[in-house]
Every structure is written in C-alpha cells, then in structure tokens.
Nanobody, 125 residues
C-alpha cells in the first residue's frame, strides 16, 4: 500500500498558475504509474495526467496538453503537477493516485490502487 498526500491547491484567477504536490510513502518501490485525476461537482472523476514512476514517460488528457506538466522526484517520493494558463473549467478537486499492477491503463481510475484525499483547485473567471 502507498500513502499519498496532496498539497498546493487554492484559489487562482483565470490565466494564473498553481503547482500541486503529491507526497508518497509506504510501498513506493511497487509503483508503476502515478496519476493525477480531478472531479468537479456532479461529474465523474477524470484523468488529467500520469507518469511512469521508473523512466518518467508522461501522458496527458487533451484538454491540459501544453498547459500542465507532470513530473516526479524519485529521491523525494514526490510527484508534481505544474498547472499554467488555468481556466475556470479546471476547477475541481484534484487527486493523486498510485498504480501498482502495471496494467497499462494509466488513464482509468479503476486501475489505480491507492488514492490521496484530494486538494481543491478553484479558478475564477
């Protein structure tokens, strides 16, 4: 099991930036993918970005390509999401998650084994 704690959320105006962090502890050596997901009120949880823990290959949903950057610091067991040019439609609770089974389905919430409690991101118009 991997314990995950998100931080860095907040209120920002449209066009602004935020950097989310996800600190991992526990069986981090078993992690294949780490991902960021978000969930707006009344909506399903959706994939935002993912990173291969060893190797660093990255994946993004189309709506954030060119604006968000996912990265990780293996030595610190921490993952980041740099969010630039934020839009009101980016408003959601952002969750980080760890996938331990190398399913390859980095975009699917059901593929992830452990989740953080989330951090709120609010973008005002």
């Amino acid at each position: 099991q991997v314990q995950l704690v998100e931080s860095g959320g907040g209120l920002v105006q449209a066009g602004g930036s935020l950097r989310l962090s996800c600190a991992a502890s526990g069986r981090t050596f078993s992690t294949y993918y780490m991902g960021w997901f978000r969930q707006a009120p009344g909506e399903e949880r959706e994939f935002v970005a993912a990173i291969r823990w060893n190797g660093g290959r990255t994946y993004y949903t189309d709506s954030v390509k060119g604006r968000f950057t996912i990265s990780r610091d293996n030595a610190k067991n921490t993952m980041y999401l740099q969010m630039n040019s934020l839009k009101p439609e980016d408003t959601a609770v952002y969750y980080c998650a760890a996938e331990l089974n190398n399913s390859g389905s980095y975009y699917a919430p059901v593929a992830y084994d452990d989740w953080g409690k989330g951090t709120q991101v609010t973008v005002s118009a």
